[in-house]
């Protein structure tokens, strides 16, 4: 299919792999034009410095195959410097990779630069049902089943490394997962929110936040709490060095009152810090997305409707301002009716101006550009749905290749 492009072929980075040793040029013709003289090559009058700073305008997959056009070009794409100098220009537009199976970690990654999908491979997870976190560059893996398994990956080069195990409890029922990475010094923090029931108290839940800083290579505990009447989910978010996270009503609650926004400031690292403040959400929620752009808190969900709260009529887009929540945009009908009515069944994350939004029942992509207040439909997925209940999610992540974990 020809959408669908192998993204080993970009990636092979073999000192033995054969070059391309014809460039582009161009020719100049007499007055008579007839007589071509020589042609000259673009390649042997720039200077590196000059060659650098071009190629790294490049999109991250255009840059993959610039290594492969010749030797002196290979090497400059893998230099340290070039490296250091893509974190100086414009910021990639951000990719998502849909997982095509509920079972295996397996999927594409859509770069939506030249509307491509790209079949990755990505390291260290297992399943598609881990928890996931990305910023700028770097994605979280923590295993679903024991919550002891975390990693932490460059899906593009490739590079990994495991974390040490979160503390905390040991079986919890419910984890939220989030990082933050610096674009300056490039260390991350990762958090990790735990929420459990007391035992033979459904409305009562034990809390927990833990945080892992790359430059002490520590976990520490930064809070815990028995809430009462709400618990903690699996959305999570860091944003200006805030850890938000969404809580849910254990029962009683109206529909508008069924979920609340909880900010808890990282810079604290204390035990006996309090949660800062709980904010309401802006209308019924059946699903609550929560993601950063750009250092601003935004949040992607479903609309309940008010005979049937659990059933979405429709899906918005919100920032937070302050205390408040400000509508920035509602999903067209029309769009809408691409998903189809349905409860909670949509991923959604997003990065810098873009946001991606995804039904579980089907491989449609839907962008939303937050810069232009337009919403657009990805190029198709190469990937159909084979039986009728095949699962699809996914995420979004910032493709680069000077971050490393």
Request: aromatic content about 14%; proline content about 6%; hydrophobic content about 35%.
């Amino acid at each position: 299919m020809e959408e669908e492009t192998s993204w080993i072929s970009h990636c092979d980075d073999d000192d033995g792999g054969k070059y391309i040793d014809d460039f582009d040029s161009f020719s100049e013709l007499s007055d008579d034009g007839n007589q071509v003289y020589p042609s000259l090559s673009v390649d042997l009058i720039l200077p590196d410095d000059l060659l650098e700073r071009i190629l790294a305008y490049l999109p991250i997959a255009s840059i993959f195959r610039a290594s492969s056009v010749c030797k002196r070009w290979h090497e400059i794409v893998s230099s340290t410097r070039f490296l250091w100098s893509l974190s100086h220009v414009l910021s990639q537009k951000p990719w998502y990779f849909m997982f095509t199976s509920s079972d295996d970690p397996c999927g594409y990654a859509y770069d939506p630069i030249p509307k491509k999908w790209y079949n990755i491979d990505l390291p260290c997870i297992q399943t598609s049902n881990w928890f996931i976190s990305s910023s700028y560059g770097l994605v979280s893996f923590m295993d679903n089943d024991t919550r002891s398994e975390l990693f932490i990956c460059n899906p593009i080069t490739r590079q990994w490394r495991r974390l040490s195990e979160p503390p905390g409890l040991k079986a919890c029922d419910y984890s939220a997962l989030a990082m933050s990475v610096c674009r300056v010094s490039h260390g991350y923090t990762v958090s990790v929110v735990k929420s459990k029931q007391v035992p033979g108290d459904f409305f009562r839940w034990d809390l927990s936040i833990h945080v892992y800083d790359s430059e002490t290579t520590i976990w520490m505990t930064s809070f815990t709490e028995v809430l009462t009447g709400w618990r903690a989910g699996n959305e999570s978010v860091i944003c200006n060095g805030v850890l938000y996270f969404l809580i849910y009503s254990t029962g009683g609650m109206v529909p508008e009152d069924r979920h609340g926004l909880v900010t808890f400031d990282l810079s604290s690292r204390s035990s006996n810090s309090l949660l800062i403040r709980k904010i309401p959400v802006p209308c019924p929620l059946t699903c609550g997305r929560l993601m950063n752009l750009n250092e601003r808190l935004y949040m992607v969900g479903g609309i309940g409707k008010q005979d049937r709260p659990d059933i979405i009529k429709g899906i918005g887009v919100w920032m937070l301002n302050g205390r408040e929540w400000q509508e920035v945009a509602k999903m067209p009908q029309k769009l809408f009716q691409g998903f189809g009515e349905f409860d909670d069944v949509f991923a959604s994350s997003g990065t810098d101006d873009l946001i991606y939004i995804q039904s579980y029942g089907g491989p449609s992509l839907l962008v939303f550009d937050l810069n232009q207040k337009q919403w657009r439909w990805s190029q198709k997925c190469p990937v159909s749905k084979r039986f009728p209940l095949q699962l699809f999610k996914g995420f979004s992540f910032e493709p680069r290749l000077e971050i490393a974990p």
